[in-house]
């Protein structure tokens, strides 16, 4: 079977999906990665064909060249009350964030690709389509091309909780008031290529799912979902000497996320902060990733810093990591079962730290709350109480008891020859 795999150029979220794509490929499917071109470097390295299509999107520019961050961090509508009970989230909430969303996230890095990719699914003829969470053009071709599709998320479902949630409550306005921004721009995107809105194109014909039921949100009606094992890659990478030995005190891993720091500029709390709070802790801290080049303060005596080293690799290493709530990340140190501090800065972190924090396995501490001696004695309640290692165990074997990419590759081709030519 033919599998185009699509995703706006966004690293993080490819990595998360490179798993299946081999298992797809080993298992005798033939696989490709249709994204901007800006991506295909990444794609290739990961040992998988790269189809470059449209131009590169403006999103991260445009949001940095306009201060929009602070309009889009947490609580962002219509996704910052994910989390809360649905029936007190009002229409004015979802209407003004779909506003928002739509025209400033949502068009910005799907239309620059909708057509090229269009032009390729139509003269390949993939059967199955599998789609990152917001990467809508890729729903669009596969329409576009009478192929089964399937949308991916990177973490808790909360654009299918919310979208299902602005379905309910545009059904109860006034006829002259059901306003949908979403199903307006990719109506006339599909009436472009002779096709009609269906509400598949928001949500894909079925979801692949790869955070543990424990993580999740809530989907009311629920979605056809397709379990899947997070299964952690962080790219190409070669394993450092000083990682092939043991630690010899408890190591803490510090990572604010390369991508997150290239796309938004800032660190939730300053490198340095962090590390002189653990100066004097019976730890070996490591600091991965570029810091802030006006903190010129020197490394306390148990630090290192890195600029890269595969987290697969470094995070079994360590009894504690600090994070900034990114999936890759976070679900990484599930994986290997670490207890995290997460500290939360915009869109869905603040509710996978919450999630992560009501396992019992890891704590979270808001930016503005994170002053040095709150940080230390986090850590070290991380480091030295069994109890968050006992829990983060927990829902690592959770995590590990979900079908692997090769089972869940097995039922996603399966769906998608059910669902016809």
């Known amino acids: 079977m033919r599998v185009l795999i699509v995703t706006h150029a966004e690293k993080t979220h490819f990595l998360g999906m490179t798993p299946l794509a081999w298992a797809l490929r080993t298992a005798g499917h033939e696989v490709r990665v249709a994204s901007q071109p800006a991506l295909a470097d990444v794609v290739t390295a990961a040992g998988l064909d790269a189809v470059p299509v449209g131009a590169d999107h403006s999103h991260w520019r445009l949001m940095r060249s306009y201060d929009l961050f602070g309009r889009l961090t947490s609580p962002q509508p219509p996704f910052g009350r994910a989390a809360d009970p649905l029936a007190d989230v009002g229409w004015e909430y979802v209407r003004d964030g779909y506003r928002r969303v739509v025209p400033w996230w949502w068009r910005l890095i799907n239309d620059p690709m909708v057509d090229d990719l269009v032009a390729f699914c139509r003269a390949w003829r993939p059967r199955l389509v599998i789609w990152g969470?917001?990467?809508?053009?890729?729903?669009?071709?596969?329409?576009?091309?009478?192929?089964?599709?399937?949308?991916?998320?990177?973490?808790?479902?909360?654009?299918?909780?919310?979208?299902?949630?602005?379905?309910?409550?545009?059904?109860?306005?006034?006829?002259?008031?059901?306003?949908?921004?979403?199903?307006?721009?990719?109506?006339?995107?599909?009436?472009?290529?002779?096709?009609?809105?269906?509400?598949?194109?928001?949500?894909?014909?079925?979801?692949?799912?790869?955070?543990?039921?424990?993580?999740?949100?809530?989907?009311?009606?629920?979605?056809?979902?397709?379990?899947?094992?997070?299964?952690?890659?962080?790219?190409?990478?070669?394993?450092?000497?000083?990682?092939?030995?043991?630690?010899?005190?408890?190591?803490?891993?510090?990572?604010?996320?390369?991508?997150?720091?290239?796309?938004?500029?800032?660190?939730?709390?300053?490198?340095?902060?962090?590390?002189?709070?653990?100066?004097?802790?019976?730890?070996?801290?490591?600091?991965?990733?570029?810091?802030?080049?006006?903190?010129?303060?020197?490394?306390?005596?148990?630090?290192?810093?890195?600029?890269?080293?595969?987290l697969g690799v470094l995070l079994p290493t360590c009894a504690a990591v600090i994070n900034h709530g990114g999936w890759g990340t976070v679900n990484t140190a599930a994986y290997h079962g670490v207890p995290q501090l997460v500290v939360p800065s915009w869109f869905d972190t603040p509710l996978t730290a919450r999630r992560l924090a009501g396992g019992g396995g890891s704590l979270?501490?808001?930016?503005?709350?994170?002053?040095?001696?709150?940080?230390?004695?986090?850590?070290?309640?991380?480091?030295?109480?069994?109890?968050?290692?006992?829990?983060?165990?927990?829902?690592?074997?959770?995590?590990?008891?979900m079908p692997s990419p090769n089972e869940a590759g097995a039922a996603i081709i399966g769906r998608a020859l059910a669902s016809g030519p």
């Open 133 to 310: 969470a917001i990467s809508y053009a890729g729903a669009l071709a596969a329409r576009a091309c009478g192929a089964a599709h399937a949308r991916m998320p990177w973490g808790a479902d909360i654009f299918g909780r919310m979208r299902a949630h602005a379905l309910r409550l545009i059904a109860g306005r006034p006829p002259a008031e059901r306003e949908d921004p979403l199903a307006a721009w990719l109506g006339a995107r599909a009436r472009a290529y002779g096709m009609e809105f269906r509400e598949e194109l928001t949500s894909g014909q079925f979801t692949i799912d790869c955070i543990p039921p424990s993580m999740q949100v809530e989907v009311d009606p629920p979605l056809e979902r397709v379990r899947l094992r997070y299964v952690p890659y962080n790219g190409r990478a070669v394993v450092p000497d000083w990682l092939r030995r043991p630690p010899e005190r408890p190591r803490v891993c510090l990572s604010w996320g390369v991508s997150s720091h290239e796309r938004h500029g800032t660190f939730a709390v300053p490198a340095g902060d962090v590390l002189d709070a653990l100066a004097d802790l019976d730890v070996e801290v490591v600091v991965l990733g570029p810091r802030d080049p006006a903190d010129a303060r020197p490394l306390p005596a148990n630090a290192q810093a890195r600029a890269f080293a595969p």
């Open 364 to 401: 979270t501490l808001p930016a503005h709350e994170a002053e040095p001696g709150v940080i230390r004695e986090t850590v070290r309640r991380l480091v030295e109480e069994p109890d968050f290692r006992r829990a983060a165990g927990r829902l690592r074997d959770e995590m590990r008891t």
